[in-house]
C-alpha cells in the first residue's frame, strides 16, 4: 500500500489542523492504521493508532482529549484531527500501516510538517 499524508503547516498555540493520510495500491480496510510523529531532534514517536474497522483507538497520553483518530474505509482515508495545538506537538507526523496490527508497521507515508508557533 501507498500512503501521502498531507495537511500540515504552521499554526499559532491554540489553534487546530487536521491531517489527513490518502492510501492507494492495495485494499485499505486491511490495515491497522496509526499517525508517528518526530520532533526536532528526537526520535518518532506513536501518536495514535486505529483498528481495522475504526471500533477501537489508542492515543498517546500527551494527545488524549486534543486529537482524534478516525478514518474511512470507502476513501481509503486515514485522519488527524488535532486540536488544542501546543508548540510540543511540533514535528513531522507520519501515517503508518500495518497489516499484522500494532506494534509492527510495513508502510510509511513521507511525512507532513506540523509546526506549532507559541
Known amino acids: 500500500v501507498q500512503l501521502q499524508a498531507s495537511g500540515g503547516g504552521l499554526v499559532q498555540a491554540g489553534g487546530s489542523l487536521r491531517l489527513s493520510c490518502a492510501a492507494s495500491?492495495?485494499?485499505?480496510?486491511?490495515?491497522?492504521m496509526a499517525w508517528f510523529r518526530q520532533p526536532p531532534g528526537t526520535e518518532r514517536e506513536l501518536v495514535a493508532s486505529?483498528?481495522?474497522?475504526?471500533?477501537?483507538?489508542y492515543y498517546t497520553d500527551s494527545v488524549k482529549g486534543r486529537f482524534t483518530i478516525s478514518r474511512d474505509n470507502a476513501k481509503n482515508t486515514l485522519n488527524l484531527e488535532m486540536n488544542s495545538l501546543k508548540p510540543e506537538d511540533t514535528a513531522v507526523y507520519y501515517c503508518?500501516?500495518?497489516?499484522?496490527?500494532?506494534?509492527?508497521?510495513?508502510?510509511w507515508g513521507q511525512g507532513t510538517l506540523v509546526t506549532v508557533s507559541s
Open positions: 495500491g492495495r485494499t485499505f480496510s486491511r490495515y491497522y
Open positions: 486505529i483498528t481495522w474497522s475504526g471500533d477501537i483507538t
Open positions: 503508518a500501516a500495518s497489516s499484522v496490527g500494532a506494534g509492527r508497521y510495513d508502510y
